[in-house]
T-cell receptor
């Protein structure tokens, strides 16, 4: 089983709609969780950290479910500028290694 | 601050050639790392460093060397390029370990080995 699994999509989303996707991780001892955003042919950039209590940043909401070992990202009122690949990232090896998922590709359609 | 810079942006090598990918950061970050990104795969860690003079292997270290003589610089050396090393290489840095610290990525180097 891969460290971090994501359904690559693409997720075609009408502008203004809500889209949500999950990411599963295999190591139950994982401590830190993140969502990064990567635009086409660009470097990844941190979107948000995921806390046990869940967190929200504007139109973006992230949740952590430790019992089922997944994290989720929800995007409300999708904008064209939200089109990107969203990478699920888990700190699985301790303090110095991150495991990256393949990413969820989101395409927001006018 | 320039953040994390990488050179070159693009490179084409012939099989067997060696080269060094440069990475520098001006944020005084202790932790630096190199990843490769291939189509259909997530980023994979090649090597990382927790501070000047200290390096360690990641998930896919074979065929690559690193050194960390200063806090700012973390070059990645390809010893004898192979077509399997065709990839996009990202350098990243963070203030401390990866446990809770944001990773800042450079713009990447697109390498083709023929």
């Amino acid at each position: 089983r891969k460290e971090v699994e994501q359904d690559p999509g693409p997720f075609n989303v009408p502008e203004g709609a809500t889209v949500a996707f999950n990411c599963t991780y295999s190591n139950s001892a994982s401590q830190s969780f993140f969502w990064y955003r990567q635009d086409c042919r660009k470097e990844p950039k941190l979107l948000m950290s995921v806390y046990s209590s869940g967190n929200e940043d504007g139109r973006f909401t992230a949740q952590l479910n430790r019992a089922s070992q997944y994290i989720s990202l929800l995007i409300r009122d999708s904008k064209l500028s939200d089109s990107a690949t969203y990478l699920c990232v888990v700190n699985s090896y301790g303090n110095n290694r991150l495991a990256f998922g393949k990413g969820n590709q989101v395409v927001v359609i006018p | 601050n320039a953040g994390v810079t990488q050179t070159p942006k693009f490179q084409v090598l012939k099989t067997g050639q060696s080269m060094t990918l440069q990475c520098a950061q001006d944020m005084n970050h202790e932790y630096m790392s190199w990843y490769r990104q291939d189509p259909g795969m997530g980023l994979r860690l090649i090597h990382y460093s927790v501070g000047a003079g200290i390096t360690d292997q990641g998930e896919v270290p074979n065929g690559y060397n690193v050194s960390r003589s200063t806090t700012e610089d973390f070059p990645l050396r390809l010893l004898s390029a192979a077509p399997s090393q065709t990839s996009v290489y990202f350098c990243a840095s963070s203030l401390g370990g990866t446990g809770s610290n944001e990773q800042y990525f450079g713009p990447g180097t697109r390498l083709t080995v023929t």
